[in-house]
């Protein structure tokens, strides 16, 4: 096998984790591309690809996250991860653990984490690498990556318990719930919803989003019941997609332009949290970006006129 095909045939991985470590699409794509070039630039094969690339993405990815940190703490409004609609490694063996770690709930734990503490918590909990790997990677002694595991599993424990999620049953509700969002039925709408249950959105200051978080089954099924006709009514439309291995919708604009995407987050029979991804930086790599500021002055001026 070349070089160039043991790469590629890394390649999932190796995005996979620098996409967990850093939330986003885009760095983690630049930080798989700088591994490549360091890999090109090696004058030996090494003992194990798999090793070398694994650690060479992790390193990459800490300093980057490191740098993004002050960025993030400078952002307007709700920071959430770009939105991944598919993951590119599969292994049946840890599925569940794969899963678990890709949904914007976990991935908002993990930004609570250390970028140490967060890398050997990828690696060790998500991958299953070996404690020597997780040691290189991240430039520590086995000893101290142990001591950053434990800090990170208490993190993540006492941020969201853990929950069998059946995928038929979630795929389900979130049928019902886009029905019910489609003939703007509140009553349908607030019945999926959790008592509790709040609506947020990421606009970073580049899109039109809400002042706050919209919180309470009630207030949410309303405010969902109102909008979406209201988009309907300039062509705004929508399909439903798994959305970081959640349930969840890409909207488009008439010319079928990306407007939003819609992730739910769904935990023992009910929608808990619905966010939605509006910042226009954070959906090129979904398809070509709508213009979220034109759709909303024409939405109020249809609203102006049916008045």
């Not at 030996?44 to 300093?63: C, E, G, N, Y």
């Not at 063996?93 to 678990?100: G, H, I, K």
């Not at 503490?117 to 142990?146: I, P, Y």
């Not at 959305?243 to 010319?255: K, L, Q, S, W």
């Amino acid at each position: 096998m070349s070089e160039v095909e043991e790469f590629e045939e890394l390649r999932p991985l190796l995005f996979s984790i620098a996409y967990r470590i850093l939330g986003s699409v885009g760095e983690a794509e630049d930080a798989v591309q700088e591994t490549w070039l360091r890999y090109d630039g090696l004058e030996t094969r090494p003992t194990s690809t798999k090793a070398l690339l694994s650690a060479a993405v992790t390193r990459i990815s800490i300093d980057v996250l490191r740098s993004a940190r002050v960025r993030r703490e400078e952002y307007v409004g709700p920071w959430f991860p770009e939105p991944l609609l598919s993951d590119p490694y599969q292994d049946p063996a840890r599925s569940v653990e794969l899963a678990d770690s890709v949904s914007m709930a976990a991935l908002l734990l993990l930004e609570r984490l250390s970028p140490l503490e967060r890398a050997v918590f990828v690696l060790r909990e998500v991958f299953g690498f070996g404690f020597d790997e997780v040691a290189t990677a991240v430039g520590r002694s086995e000893a101290a990556c142990r001591q950053l595991l434990v800090r990170a599993r208490r993190h993540m424990e006492a941020g969201r318990p853990r929950f069998e999620a059946v995928r038929e049953e979630r795929e389900e509700l979130a049928s019902r719930f886009f029905d019910a969002l489609r003939e703007g039925d509140v009553a349908g709408l607030r019945d999926l919803l959790a008592a509790d249950v709040s609506m947020v959105g990421d606009g970073g200051g580049k899109a039109p989003q809400l002042a706050r978080a919209v919180v309470g089954a009630e207030n949410v099924a309303r405010l969902l019941a109102l909008l979406f006709p209201r988009m309907a009514r300039v062509d705004v439309t929508f399909e439903p997609h798994e959305v970081n291995g959640e349930p969840g919708a890409i909207f488009r604009d008439r010319d079928g332009r990306v407007l939003h995407v819609l992730a739910l987050d769904v935990l023992d029979g009910q929608i808990q949290t619905i966010r939605s991804v509006i910042n226009p930086d954070k959906l090129g790599h979904v398809g070509p970006v709508a213009d979220a500021w034109a759709i909303d002055r024409e939405v109020r001026q249809a609203r102006r006129h049916a008045e």
